[in-house]
């Protein structure tokens, strides 16, 4: 199973890859908004996408944005919000995210997240 | 040979010379320029690809299945981790660096990073000996170094070198004293607090803001010893025990608290009031009143708004008579009081004053009532 990880920091992005690629699933990295919005469009929705709000060129909310009214998908959307960004955690539900985890976050707990999402 | 030359001759052949060395300075500033932004450059790259070999490094040892115990395997490969012997190809100030790095991008993962991994990092820290290159900037004679080397080791919840961070909490340098205060915190919970008892500097309004946020993300434990720091001679040190008494609701205090609103010091005074918004009984609304009337104004702004929790029909003869004063600010207090107990219309009938006051105060209740 695909999963999309749009995330700006390199650290968090690796460790989120590192936790779900040996969770057995496929992980692909964006390490900004617009190189995930370019992934959505030419290969279409993942099973899943993991993003965080804060992004250069296209934030979090964008994405869900486009993927639940452009692309139309129903595919699980967890976003990764910082402390502080409640507001913007309620926006991204109000698009139409499914879940939310705010950083600094438990790997494991986000694992468990994926996987009932998921339904593994 | 070149100026010699210049002397004898005509101004043509001058300016030719001039030219060329104008040209030949330009030419050796631009080359020099761009050696050295190639060198710096090359420099740059140079770190970001350690830091990114560190970074998946880290990964690796923090999510590999036997990070239990950190695969010794992999971090032998890494010559900035073994011991410093003859064989070592590193210099020790590339070593250095290196170590430095791998500090910076623990932080990086630290701030990102909860539960047992986090666990993973402190063991990890420990296992490569870090602690020495943090306790080293500890030690060092630069403030800026201290305060990274302190910031280190509690990030890193090193806790053996504490007795040295402790000594900083009452350093004479600022950056250092606040660092090593926060530390000591993050280090122990409310028991770093013991702090409060040897500082004689003033605990800035920032400092004690921050104290306070990092105590909320911690246990809610009460802290033992506001008592004491409550008799301390740095005012600073008693506005914020006033602030933990609020904060860890000590009835108890209560007596001690209410003393505070004779203090000399208005900060004192303000922070007493504002301590008693949780730590009360049946006599603090009326105390409160009575003491309204001999205090100045940023006390009175502070006693309205805990009378905005407090304040019961008992206070409202007394309030409508003070919306009299002259000042805009506390007749806004004053109503945002009413506001909490009557209706804007059972205010308006209630108000006997001059036109124009009536006016503002309707405008007032308008802009409350929006709030």
Request: glycine content about 4%; hydrophobic content about 45%; charged content about 25%.
């Given at each position: 199973m695909k999963i999309l990880i749009a995330e700006d920091e390199t650290m968090t992005i690796k460790m989120l890859s590192m936790k779900l690629k040996k969770d057995g699933y496929e992980v692909i990295q964006a390490e900004?908004?617009?190189?995930?919005?370019?992934y959505l469009e030419k290969e279409g929705c993942p099973d899943m996408v993991i993003t965080d709000i804060m992004m250069p060129f296209f934030s979090g909310l964008e994405v869900v944005e486009k993927i639940r009214k452009e692309l139309m998908s129903k595919i699980p959307i967890i976003v990764l919000s910082a402390m502080g960004q409640e507001e913007s955690v309620s926006s991204a539900f109000a698009l139409g995210a499914d879940d939310y985890i705010t950083k600094p976050f438990n790997p494991n707990e986000l694992s468990l997240r994926v996987k009932r999402l998921m339904n593994v | 040979m070149l100026l010699l030359s210049l002397i004898g001759s005509d101004l043509q052949t001058k300016l030719i010379i001039f030219s060329v060395i104008f040209c030949c300075a330009v030419c050796?500033?631009?080359?020099?320029?761009?050696?050295?932004?190639?060198?710096?450059?090359?420099?740059e790259n140079e770190i970001q690809r350690i830091r990114n070999e560190r970074e998946s490094l880290l990964v690796t040892l923090l999510f590999d299945d036997n990070s239990e115990e950190f695969n010794d395997d992999i971090l032998g490969g890494f010559e900035e981790f073994k011991p410093i012997s003859k064989g070592n190809s590193l210099s020790k100030k590339k070593r250095k660096m290196l170590r430095e790095l791998m500090i910076d991008e623990m932080l990086t993962i630290?701030?990102?990073?909860?539960?047992?991994?986090?666990?993973?990092?402190?063991?990890?820290?420990?296992?490569?000996?870090?602690?020495?290159?943090?306790?080293?900037?500890?030690?060092?004679?630069?403030?800026?170094?201290?305060?990274?080397?302190?910031?280190?080791?509690?990030?890193?919840?090193?806790?053996?070198?504490y007795r040295s961070v402790y000594r900083c909490t009452?350093?004479?340098?600022?950056?250092?004293?606040?660092?090593?205060?926060?530390?000591?915190?993050?280090?122990?919970?409310v028991k770093?607090?013991?702090?409060?008892?040897?500082?004689?500097?003033t605990i800035s309004e920032w400092q004690q803001m921050t104290l306070l946020h990092l105590l909320n993300n911690m246990k809610n434990v009460k802290p033992q010893g506001i008592d004491q720091w409550l008799d301390s001679k740095n005012d600073s040190v008693v506005v914020f025990s006033l602030r933990l008494a609020e904060k860890y609701n000590c009835f108890e205090l209560l007596e001690k608290i209410q003393h505070f609103l004779h203090h000399p010091n208005d900060t004192i005074k303000i922070q007493s009031v504002l301590c008693m918004r949780n730590i009360y009984d049946e006599s603090t609304e009326s105390q409160l009143l009575a003491y309204?009337?001999?205090?100045?104004?940023?006390?009175?702004?502070?006693?309205?708004?805990?009378?905005?929790?407090?304040?019961?029909?008992?206070?409202?003869?007394?309030?409508?008579?003070?919306?009299?004063?002259?000042?805009?600010?506390?007749?806004l207090n004053i109503l945002r009081?009413?506001?909490?107990?009557?209706?804007?219309?059972?205010?308006?009938?209630?108000?006997?004053?001059?036109?124009?006051?009536e006016d503002s105060i309707i405008l007032m209740l308008d802009h409350i009532k929006n709030e």
């Open positions: 900004d908004g617009r190189m995930a919005m370019e | 050796a500033i631009f080359f020099i320029s761009y050696f050295f932004s190639l060198l710096v450059q090359r420099r630290k701030k990102n990073l909860t539960g047992a991994g986090v666990e993973d990092l402190y063991k990890l820290y420990d296992k490569l000996n870090l602690y020495h290159d943090s306790y080293r900037k500890l030690t060092s004679n630069h403030f800026q170094l201290m305060v990274m080397g302190i910031r280190e080791l509690s990030e890193m919840n090193f806790i053996a070198y009452n350093h004479p340098q600022e950056d250092v004293r606040m660092e090593a205060q926060v530390a000591i915190v993050r280090l122990f919970g770093g607090l013991k702090f409060l008892s040897r500082v004689t500097y309204y009337l001999v205090v100045n104004k940023p006390v009175r702004i502070a006693i309205l708004d805990v009378l905005q929790s407090l304040a019961t029909e008992q206070s409202t003869e007394f309030l409508y008579k003070q919306l009299a004063d002259d000042d805009m600010e506390i007749r009081v009413l506001h909490k107990l009557f209706d804007n219309v059972d205010i308006i009938n209630s108000i006997t004053l001059e036109p124009e006051k």
